[in-house]
C-alpha cells in the first residue's frame, strides 16, 4: 500500500505549526513575515531561470512531435493540420489549445475489465474538468491576491473581485474561485489516493503539492470567513515587502504566517519540481515542432567524421580463418586475383 501520502500530509502539517507556534510563541514574526518571502522568492526566480535556460540549451537535432492523426503526404490522404501540424502557424494553435484548455488531457483514457476479462477504455473527463477548474482557480487567486501589492488597486482587478464574488453568497462574500481551488485540489487528492493503480505510481512529491495548496486554500478560507484577521495591517505588510520597506505590524496573528508560509514553501519548491511544467510545457519538442519530417529532411548537427571498417575490409583481414572455420566468405582465397595474393605472400629471403 502506498503511504506516501501520510508524509505528505504530516510533513504540510508541520510546516503549519512551525509558523504558527514561531509567531505566536518565539514572536519570529520577521523571520516569517519578511526574511522568509524574500528568500523564498530568490529561490523561485534563480531556480526557473536556470531551468528554463537549460531547456532552451538543449539541442533538439530531430523533429520529434507527438502526434495523433495523419501528417503531411503526397499520397492522397487528409492531413489532420491540428493533431499533426507541418507549419508554424499549425503549432501555435496547437500549443493555444494545448495551453489554455488542456486538450490532450481531454483526449486521455482509462482502461478498465468489464465482464471479467473484457477491456474497454473510458475518456477521463472529471479528471480534465477538475485539472481545469484546479489551473484556473488558482491563476484567479493569484491575480486577485495581487491588490495586496498594489495602491491604488487597479480598476481591473476590482471587476474581477466583483465577477468572482457574483452570487453574493454570505457577509464577506464567497470568493467561488478560493472554494473551487479547495475542491478541485481534494479531488485531485483523492484520486491518487483512492485510485489504486494512480496511488501505486503516485510518490510522495506528487502528494506534497496538492497538501500544500490545499493548505493554502484552506487557511485563506480560514482567516476570510471564520478567524478575521487585520487586512490594513496584512497590507501593510505587503506593500512594505513590495517596495523593499518591510515593516512588521503587530497583531496580524499566527494563522496569516501560516498562509505566508504555506506560499513561501511553494515559491521555493517549485523549479524543483513537477509544477515546472508551467514553463516547460513552452519548450517541450513534443509539442513545440512541427510535423515535417516527410518534407525536410533533419540532418543531425551532431554527426561527426567516424572510422569505418567495411565487411570486405574485415574480410581481406580474416578471409583464411574464416575458412578453416567453415565461414562463408565472398571471395575464396584461391580466388583471389594475381597482385593481391603476391601482395599476400611472403617474400622470399634473398640467399
Keep these: 500500500m502506498n503511504n506516501k501520502y501520510m508524509i505528505s500530509f504530516i510533513a504540510v502539517f508541520v510546516l503549519f505549526f512551525l509558523a504558527y507556534l514561531g509567531t505566536e510563541a518565539l514572536g519570529l514574526d520577521v523571520l516569517f513575515g519578511v526574511l522568509i518571502p524574500y528568500a523564498a522568492l530568490a ?100 491575480v486577485r491576491h495581487l491588490r495586496f501589492f498594489l495602491e491604488p488597486v487597479p480598476k481591473a482587478l476590482q471587476l474581477l473581485e466583483t465577477v468572482d464574488s457574483f452570487m453574493q453568497i454570505g457577509l464577506p462574500v464567497l470568493y467561488l474561485s478560493g472554494a473551487a481551488l479547495l475542491v478541485a485540489a481534494v479531488f485531485l487528492l483523492l484520486r491518487r489516493i483512492f485510485i489504486g493503480n494512480v496511488r501505486y505510481i503516485s510518490l510522495a512529491s506528487d502528494f506534497f503539492p496538492l497538501f500544500l495548496i490545499g493548505g493554502i486554500a484552506f487557511t485563506g478560507i480560514l482567516m476570510r470567513y471564520v478567524t478575521k484577521v487585520d487586512i490594513v495591517s496584512i497590507k501593510q505588510l505587503t506593500m512594505g515587502l513590495v517596495t523593499l520597506h518591510p515593516t512588521v505590524p503587530e497583531g496580524i496573528g499566527g494563522l496569516f504566517y501560516g498562509h505566508l508560509f504555506f506560499v513561501s514553501i511553494l515559491l521555493a519548491y517549485f523549479p524543483f519540481s ?78
Design 274 to 351: 513537477k509544477l515546472m511544467h508551467l514553463g516547460g510545457i513552452f519548450l517541450s519538442p513534443t509539442r513545440n515542432l512541427p510535423t515535417d519530417t516527410r518534407a525536410t529532411r533533419h540532418v543531425n548537427p551532431w554527426n561527426y567524421p567516424v572510422e569505418t571498417h567495411t565487411y570486405e575490409e574485415y574480410e581481406d583481414e580474416f578471409r583464411e580463418k574464416m575458412v578453416e572455420a567453415g565461414l562463408p566468405v565472398e571471395i575464396m582465397p584461391e580466388e583471389q586475383p594475381a597482385e593481391e595474393a603476391e601482395a599476400d605472400s611472403p617474400s622470399e629471403e634473398k640467399e
Design 43 to 142: 529561490v523561485f526566480i534563480v531556480g526557473f531561470v536556470y531551468k528554463v535556460m537549460g531547456w532552451a540549451r538543449s539541442a533538439v537535432p530531430f523533429r520529434i512531435p507527438t502526434t495523433c492523426g495523419q501528417q503531411e503526404n503526397q499520397l492522397g490522404f487528409r492531413q489532420n493540420t491540428l493533431d499533426c501540424p507541418s507549419t508554424a502557424g499549425a503549432v501555435v494553435l496547437r500549443m493555444f489549445l494545448e495551453i489554455v484548455t488542456f486538450r490532450s488531457l481531454f483526449r486521455n483514457t482509462r482502461m478498465n475489465f468489464r465482464e471479467g476479462h473484457k477491456v474497454s477504455y473510458n475518456l477521463e473527463i472529471f479528471l480534465w474538468l477538475f485539472a481545469l477548474i484546479f489551473h484556473y482557480a488558482f491563476l484567479t487567486v493569484i
